[in-house]
């Protein structure tokens, strides 16, 4: 199936790109992208066989393992430069303010602290020489919240933040951001999601393909906030306008999810 495509971005050719969480999926998707567009990409995964695939695929390289300890291997993978880090990888974590605290711990440090991670490594860098972009993977989830899920959109709060707080940090030093917040897209996290996603998501649901079409119509725009399902705007908008009115209304998803689910 033909797809439209925004304009090709000039400023990613040649570029060295890294996308974590990139062995399928969004990931994989923005991989694909980039690559199309001419840039040299790095695949990261936890699953070194299927981040090999999509490498092999889109004649990128593949470094699996731990997104959060990668850049070093990624800048010497790329000539000593890392000009695009696409902080992809995400834990989908269900449950209550009851969630073992393990279970907030590794969401924390997967959805929260990798991005600090990899910032950390790749500013100085970027401050020097007066570029660097760093696109970060949310949800809508961080805009608004996810039922059944309190970690996970307690999380992705923290990714939207830390993103915003980059941008508003480094803007005018050359150091562009991009936060992504799509609601369902169809993957495998979007299966493992469940009766809530089921509920919430599934309906709107969209193609990764689709999330990598509105990250390169915003970079093209050089937005920050990229909202692949643009009904998000007006979610947030109402609730920013009316807490209240809109808390009630979610609370009435998840009465029915109660029901349903």
């Known amino acids: 199936m033909s797809r439209l495509r925004s304009p090709v971005v000039g400023s990613v050719r040649g570029a060295g790109v890294v996308v974590t969480g990139a062995g399928g999926g969004i990931g994989a998707a923005l991989a694909r992208r980039f690559a199309a567009e001419g840039a040299r990409v790095v695949v990261n995964d936890l699953d070194g066989d299927r981040a090999k695939a999509v490498a092999d695929e889109i ?3 593949a470094i699996p393992g731990d997104a ?5 291997a990624a800048r010497d993978a790329l000539g000593g430069t890392v000009d695009v880090y696409c902080a992809n990888a995400g834990l989908a974590s269900g449950g209550t303010e009851a969630a073992d605290e393990k279970v907030w711990a590794l969401a924390w440090d997967v959805n929260v602290m990798a991005h600090v991670r990899a910032a950390h490594e790749l500013l100085p860098a970027w401050l020097e020489r007066g570029s660097g972009r760093f696109v970060s993977t949310v949800s809508a989830a961080g805009l608004l919240t996810m039922i059944g899920a309190a970690p996970y959109s307690v999380t992705k709060h923290g ?3 830390f993103a915003e707080w ?3 940090t480094y803007r005018h030093r050359g150091v562009k ?3 992504i917040c799509p609601q369902g897209v169809r993957t495998d996290m979007l299966t493992a999601s469940g009766s ?3 509920l919430v998501l599934t ?7 689709d999330v990598a079409d509105a990250l390169f119509e915003g970079i093209d725009k050089d937005r920050f906030l990229i909202l692949p399902h643009p ?3 007006g979610f947030y908008q109402a609730r920013a306008a009316d807490p209240d009115r809109w808390l009630t209304n979610m609370n009435h998803i998840q009465q029915k999810w109660e029901t349903t689910g």
């Open 166 to 168: 980059l941008s508003l």
């Open 231 to 233: 009904e998000v705007a």
């Open 159 to 161: 990714a939207y933040a």
């Open 68 to 72: 959060s300890v990668i850049v070093p």
């Open 177 to 179: 951001v991009h936060a």
């Open 59 to 61: 004649g990128g390289t």
């Open 203 to 209: 309906p709107t649901a969209i193609e990764p393909e």
């Open 196 to 198: 809530a996603g089921d």
